[in-house]
């Protein structure tokens, strides 16, 4: 009995070692009361805190807006809900910059992946493929995968999963896979930055429009 005991014992070590480490734990990005560790970078949209939401909202004519973490992140699991409105486009940047700029206490133009968010509506919508805000590219998503669907549930709350691991980056809407690009380019200019939440610009005497998140979490992978 000895003997078959420390076999087991022995085996239960082996399966220790060999099993997988999760390089970090879930961190929240949103405490649900302010916008501590956030800061806008780019136009006038305005952000607030609204019943435990990030509420972001248009100005009229309001340009591209960001509201940006303040850490940045390399290789990460994100997930955070996201309601839109059905006429305002919006996004979440991942491992993004800000381009340089000689203007004292300003930022320059936000720039990197950017995971789309946007409505449904009749004909479906482009949400959850991965763009390039102000790289010069467009859609990283090759053309031939841009297929409209309707896994975003208009007006309502939708959860979004991204998991970014050097060039391969994934996205999920509602618990279905949308996007799965490996980009080598984009990852050698961009293989960190800050999370932003964008407020797509619109044109004057449009809107009001509105987005809103909440549950931001996201952990590390070495």
């Known amino acids: ?15 220790l070692i060999s099993a997988p480490v999760m390089a970090g734990e879930w961190v929240s990005l949103f405490n649900g009361k302010d916008l501590d560790g956030w800061i806008q970078k780019n136009g006038t949209a305005t952000y607030s805190v609204e019943d435990g939401t990030i509420v972001g909202v248009t100005s009229d004519g309001s340009p591209n807006s960001f509201l940006c973490s303040k850490k940045d992140y390399g290789n990460f699991e994100l997930e955070f809900e996201v309601k839109v409105h059905n006429s305002l486009n919006s996004g979440v940047q991942i491992r993004s910059q800000t381009k340089e700029t000689d203007k004292k206490d300003t930022f320059g133009r936000v720039n990197g992946p950017q995971v789309e968010i946007e409505a449904s509506g009749s004909n479906g919508a482009e949400a959850g493929y991965i763009y390039g805000e102000a790289t010069g590219r467009g859609w990283l998503t090759p053309q031939d995968q841009l297929v ?3 896994k975003m549930k ?3 709350w939708n959860k979004f999963r991204v998991v970014a691991n050097g ?14 690009l490996t980009d080598e380019a984009i990852y050698e200019t961009h293989p960190k930055g800050f999370i ?27």
């Open 148 to 150: 409209p669907h309707k």
């Open 1 to 15: 009995m000895k003997t078959v005991r420390m076999m087991t014992l022995a085996i239960a070590a082996v399966a």
């Open 167 to 180: 060039p391969h980056i994934q996205t999920w809407i509602n618990g279905e896979m949308v996007s799965d």
């Open 196 to 222: 932003g939440l964008q407020v797509h610009g619109i044109k004057k005497g449009d809107g009001p429009f509105d987005v809103a998140w909440r549950n931001i979490r996201i952990k590390t992978i070495d």
């Open 154 to 156: 208009d007006g309502e």
